[in-house]
């Protein structure tokens, strides 16, 4: 790893996204951890500052990330002492910590864009750890998916037929199109929709990258006009049930990981409610499909939803999921 020009960067990034998990989950009444975290803090941010100074001048985005990442180290830090009591501690770090998250996130795409630069000399050793999206608890995000998606199978099953979905579908997709493009095209914009409007529910990484929104209505259009209703309904409703149940479960107790950053426990939870949600659905409204079938039709599709939701960090999940459930219920139906 020392070989490589990148080496200390990806050293940095690594531990700020390890460092990001224990700050996810404050223990402010621990003395020991608020002593660990302030320490922690302010060895990331100098060691960030010294990195900066030796970017070279040519590298002002990585510069810049770095900058911001140390900044935001510090602020959290500095609240640790400027706090007047725990409350107060705990609302700051609040708000100090999604700054941290930013920052790494600006800081993964910049060493990742210098990863390629030098992809073709220096060749990335298979012991440096891989950065990744950091995907923190958010359950507004999780309600909203739970509701987004359940909501799109009602509106299909009860009020929607195949054309008027399609039509919607590809009215809302071509929106999702523009929106990406104004993102990229205006950092304002791109600000303004994830720092206001879409807040909420808005990961720090979507800020880089394309919005899993776009992904998961490209899905469902494609599912719309390619399956039968109730393939692109089940499609849909695996994601909507199973993937909050992989964040919610995985972030809380998976703590052993099955793959890079998804866990045993994570993956259970994604197979078994899609499991209950496939088979109470293919019970209740596909007719044609009964018994041991019904079992084995469920069991197919939250696997292969479980095995997509797991190689998730290839493709965007809120695309592979809903599509290759679709095409395995396609295969029973």
């Given at each position: 790893m020392n070989s490589h020009p990148a080496a200390a960067l990806f050293d940095i990034t690594s531990q700020l996204y390890q460092f990001m998990n224990v700050l996810q989950r404050p223990k402010l009444l621990d003395p020991?951890?608020?002593?660990?975290?302030?320490?922690?803090?302010?060895?990331?941010?100098k060691q960030a500052l010294l990195l900066q100074e030796n970017a070279a001048a040519r590298q002002k985005k990585l510069s810049a990330s770095l900058e911001a990442v140390a900044k935001s180290l510090e602020s959290y830090s500095h609240a640790f002492e400027t706090a007047?009591?725990?409350?107060?501690?705990?609302?700051?770090?609040?708000?100090?910590?999604?700054s941290v998250v930013s920052g790494y996130e600006a800081l993964r795409v910049s060493v990742k864009s210098m990863q390629r630069e030098y992809a073709a000399s220096h060749p990335v050793p298979k012991t440096v750890p891989k950065l990744v999206k950091f995907k923190g608890t958010n359950y507004p995000r999780n309600i909203y998916h739970l509701v987004n998606g359940t909501s799109a199978v009602f509106l299909y099953q009860y009020f929607l037929t195949q054309s008027q979905a399609l039509e919607l579908l590809l009215?809302?997709?071509?929106?999702a199109i523009v929106l990406e493009s104004l993102r990229k095209l205006s950092p304002k914009f791109n600000d303004f929709l994830l720092d206001r409007l879409f807040k909420v529910v808005a990961r720090p990484w979507e800020r880089h990258h394309v919005n899993s929104a776009t992904y998961f209505t490209l899905a469902l259009t494609l599912m719309v006009w390619a399956f039968p209703k109730p393939v692109a309904e089940l499609g849909c409703l695996v994601l909507a049930v199973g993937d909050p149940a992989a964040t919610v479960f995985g972030k809380r107790w998976g703590t052993l990981k099955l793959w890079r950053e998804?866990?045993?426990?994570?993956?259970?939870?994604?197979?078994?409610?899609?499991?209950?949600?496939v088979w109470g659905f293919v019970l209740g409204w596909v007719p044609q499909i009964t018994g041991l079938s019904a079992v084995a039709l469920a069991l197919s599709v939250a696997f292969v939803g479980a095995v997509a939701e797991v190689l998730g960090s290839l493709v965007d999940d809120n695309f592979t999921i809903p599509m290759f459930c679709a095409l395995m219920a396609f295969v029973w139906l």
């Open positions: 020991t951890w608020v002593a660990k975290a302030k320490l922690q803090c302010d060895h990331l941010s007047r009591n725990k409350k107060e501690l705990k609302k700051e770090l609040k708000g100090r910590y999604h009215v809302v997709s071509a929106l998804k866990s045993y426990v994570g993956t259970a939870a994604f197979f078994g409610f899609s499991f209950f949600a």
